[in-house]
């Protein structure tokens, strides 16, 4: 699961110094009606992204991967698996004959004036990459991402709460062949000064990760959300690019076929593939369930989105 987000509308979030915001949705689904959660994967520590409801009735095992600020604040208020991931970093997930790396992309939630002053969190984009090893593999083989883009069947970019900088050019040179893309869109705005995408940013960043699929999320929850779906739709539409984006409303489901063909470019620079399953100074392998079960021995899988924010892919 991604960013679990639960809050009822009517109810307020807190943003930056003084700021709230009111949420204008219900979601999907409440966190009771959550099937076992196996792994979260949060892209930053604001409370449209990880709330109260959350941080209240959430298990405190369940492992959480995120930057190193959210899994600070995640500490002190008393979950007990939390690994952090600087840019390009990685780590390997395995349960049973799945294996999801997770890898932490480039992303910044505010204008240089206000990243500096410190109003919004950090935020971290993830690209989240399955594929399968062998039933009763040594411990080494399935831990192994030396082979990973090789064998790996879906590639997802989920580009968390970002604006559009010079740092996400380098993720499809990094990575290329991404199946889906979630960006996170709404043009935010905070005191006047947008924090996330808006349509013509998000139309920028559709053309520049050139996904198979791309999914708008984050558009329409709270009245901080400037920028109507609306309009990312006719930039969609001018772009010619109709055919590559699906748009979901909440609750529902995206079916989608999981590719088989081999890819054939390897990470380039300093993309850390070799880093398997370090986060915060602990080995994750084998310990960490995965949120996900990866499609191997059948043709589809499904897409969830729980509410605007939350993925889950089973």
């Keep these: 699961m991604t960013d679990p987000n639960f809050l009822h509308k009517g109810d307020h979030v807190h943003l930056a110094y003084g700021l709230m915001s009111r949420r204008v949705t219900q979601p999907a689904l409440s966190i009771e009606q959550l099937p076992d959660i196996d792994l979260i994967v949060l892209s930053h520590m604001h409370e449209d992204h990880f709330d109260r409801l959350v941080e209240k009735k959430l298990d405190k095992s369940i492992p959480i991967v995120s930057n190193q600020y959210a899994v600070n604040k995640l500490a002190k208020k008393g979950f007990l698996a939390v690994f952090a991931l600087q840019n390009w970093e990685s780590t390997l997930v395995v ?38 090893h062998n039933e009763g593999s040594s411990v080494q083989d399935a831990t192994d991402t030396v082979d990973f883009d090789r064998n790996c069947k879906l590639r997802m970019y989920i580009s968390g709460d970002t604006l559009m900088y010079s740092e996400l050019k380098e993720i499809p040179r990094r990575f290329p062949n991404i199946d889906i893309a979630l960006l996170h869109l709404g043009g935010t705005s905070v005191l006047g000064i947008y924090v996330t995408m808006d349509s013509a940013q998000g139309i920028e960043c559709t053309k520049l990760i050139k996904a198979e699929v791309t999914i708008p999320i984050h558009y329409n929850d709270y009245t901080v959300f400037k920028s109507p779906l609306k309009d990312y739709q006719k930039e969609v539409d001018k772009a010619g690019l109709r055919e590559k984006v699906v748009y979901l409303a909440h609750g529902d489901t995206y079916h989608f076929r999981v590719g088989s063909a081999q890819r ?22 084998g310990s960490v369930r995965t949120t996900v ?22």
């Design 293 to 314: 079960a990866v499609p191997v021995e059948k043709d589809e899988a499904e897409l969830r989105l729980a509410s605007s924010d939350p993925v889950q892919v089973s």
């Design 95 to 132: 349960k049973g004959n799945a294996k999801l790396l997770i890898t932490s992309m480039p992303g910044r939630h505010a204008p240089s004036l206000l990243g500096k002053l410190g109003v919004l969190p950090p935020v971290m984009g993830s690209m989240l990459e399955f594929a399968r």
């Design 264 to 285: 054939s470019a390897a990470r380039s620079g300093e993309a850390s593939d070799t880093v398997s399953a370090e986060g915060n100074g602990s080995r994750i392998q």
